[in-house]
């Protein structure tokens, strides 16, 4: 056996509420997807330490127009019994106040590729739904309840079970209240686990910021009374300012085929004290079980670590490659997200100019329809972006280029528009936090293709573009501020869109190549 280092977060950039799952020899980590899709990433690997994009899950099974920024797909969970995958997942269609309308289905498959069932509704009391397989042949779901009568902030008002009837795809019998939460407060997230005597539920608690942990309770019935570890939160950063790691919690746990447990949580690196760039990402450590019974972490600790060991078979080095590229010979690469809606032949067109994605327009930036953004996750603080597009806008509202994208409310656009008065034009827009602000400059360009690029050193981005007939990046107006791309639920991405606020589908633009290269030591 060996000991191999590994530094975390091992899944980098927007890769929340992490899920684990093995099945013989392979592991699996599904994470949330809220308003991007294909939703539900599911990552494989043979060693838990280096970990590859495996397939994405929810595809046409699912409507999320018009959902609400920070909405949509919430905190999937898989699990595998009877020769079948179980996918459980919110879909999130409101969050304002006081209520929450939070819808959980389960889809089935005989391989974590597919072919995968048609959604089955479960219920709408609360979100993180959770499915146990008992030995005894039973299937119970576990999800939060929300409770919109509570006058404080806080209105997760803990955690409820009810069997699930496989056979009849319905859940039946009563509704079990397992545990109220404590103090920490916004319980969430549970997962049921049975060792030795006892059923474990393990829960996140502390909300999804500073506060968040993970907190574990065990019972000798799976319907309770669950009895809370006396040295709870088993794992928080709240108190650990000078972490590296913070936000830590939403935890799952899996034991490899040596014998060694492991927990999977999430995790934020932020810049500046609190700016979160990269968005909610997912970390792992070594955990044990006491004599008595409690699930600790193997360093004595309760807190994240950046560099921790993982016993491994075989000698082994972790990789790291968050590079990426598309060319645009021949289907899309799996790597690309969309907003609320699914890239298809209607706007992304691959066939009509060879080696070249037309990518046809939708509606404005700030569209929760139809917004023909391609996009992939920022995995690093320092990293460069190349494209090069062919566009020619003929009014003020046609534009097309490259965007780093929190969300319609937080973002710069680098882009080709039209101006009455110097013609085809390139230009540089802000929104951050929904205060919209339209860089004065206002750069003249000539005929044929444009390349734009963007370079990000942690806080700060440069915007560039190069002609097709020049050999040198010239600036698009100053240096950029991108601290704000961070908050909510999800974390910033990179990448490239075609607008028309005249006519939805009035304008295309061709897009050459795309790529984005990390430059993280």
């Known amino acids: 056996m060996y000991r191999t280092k590994v530094i975390n977060p091992i899944l980098p950039g927007f890769n929340p509420d992490p899920n684990v799952l093995r099945v013989e020899d392979t592991y699996y980590i599904a994470v ?83 072919p995968w069932s048609k959604p089955v509704y479960l219920n709408s009391s609360g979100f993180d739904p959770s499915l146990y397989h008992d030995t005894d042949g039973r299937k119970w779901l576990l999800n939060e309840i929300w409770d919109y009568r509570i006058t404080t902030g806080n209105k997760s008002a803990g955690i409820i079970m009810q069997e699930f009837d496989a056979a009849n795809q319905a859940l039946i019998g009563p509704v079990f209240k397992i545990f109220d939460g404590t103090e920490l407060a916004k319980t969430e997230a549970p997962h049921i686990y049975h060792h030795g005597d006892f059923y474990y539920l393990i829960t996140a608690e502390g909300g999804t910021g500073s506060g968040h942990a993970v907190t574990v309770c065990r019972s000798k019935e799976i319907t309770g009374p669950y009895e809370l570890d006396p040295q709870y939160p088993m794992l928080t950063a709240s108190d650990k300012p000078d972490s590296r790691l913070q936000c830590s919690g939403h935890g799952s746990i899996i034991q490899t085929s040596t014998g060694n447990w492991y927990m999977v949580y999430l995790c934020t690196r932020p810049l500046h004290g609190n700016a979160a760039i990269l968005g909610r990402e997912t970390a792992i450590q070594e955990v044990y079980w006491t004599e008595d019974g409690w699930l600790r972490l193997v360093d004595g600790g309760n807190g994240p670590l950046l560099e921790t060991e993982i016993v491994t078979i075989d000698k082994i080095e972790q990789r790291k490659n968050t590079n990426f590229k598309d060319d645009f010979n021949g289907a899309l690469e799996k790597e690309w997200n969309t907003l609320r809606i699914l890239a298809d032949e209607t706007w992304c067109d691959l ?45 003020f509202n046609q534009m097309a280029g490259l965007l780093l994208y929190l969300n319609d409310s937080n973002y710069l656009y680098a882009y080709l528009t039209y101006d009455e008065t110097y013609g085809r034009v390139i230009r540089l827009m802000k929104c951050a936090a929904g205060e919209f602000l339209l860089n004065p400059v206002v750069i003249q360009a000539e005929q044929g293709e444009v390349e734009f690029k963007a370079e990000v050193n942690g806080p ?41 606020m005249d006519r939805k589908a009035g304008s295309y633009a061709d897009f050459e190549y795309f790529k984005y290269q990390g430059l993280d030591s």
């Open 32 to 114: 949330s997807s809220f308003e991007w899709l294909p939703g539900v990433r599911i990552y494989q690997s043979k060693d838990l330490v280096n970990w590859e994009h495996d397939t994405d899950i929810l595809t046409d099974q699912v409507n999320l127009r018009g959902n609400p920024q920070n909405g949509s797909i919430w905190a999937p969970q898989i699990s595998y019994a009877d020769g079948l995958f179980y996918l459980l997942y919110t879909d999130v269609k409101s969050t304002k106040r006081p209520f929450k309308d939070s819808h959980n289905y389960l889809i089935t498959a005989p391989s974590m590729k597919g």
């Open 351 to 395: 066939k009509s100019r060879n080696g070249y994605l037309r990518l046809f327009s939708g509606d404005s930036i700030q569209s929760l329809f139809e917004h023909h953004i391609l996009a992939v996750r920022q995995k690093d603080f320092h990293f460069k972006v190349v494209t090069k597009l062919d566009y020619t806008p003929k009014t």
């Open 460 to 500: 700060v981005a440069n915007f560039y573009y190069r002609m097709e007939s020049k050999d040198t990046y010239q600036e698009i107006g100053e240096a950029q501020d991108v601290l704000f791309l961070s908050g909510g639920f999800t974390g910033n991405f990179v990448g490239i869109a075609v607008h028309d």
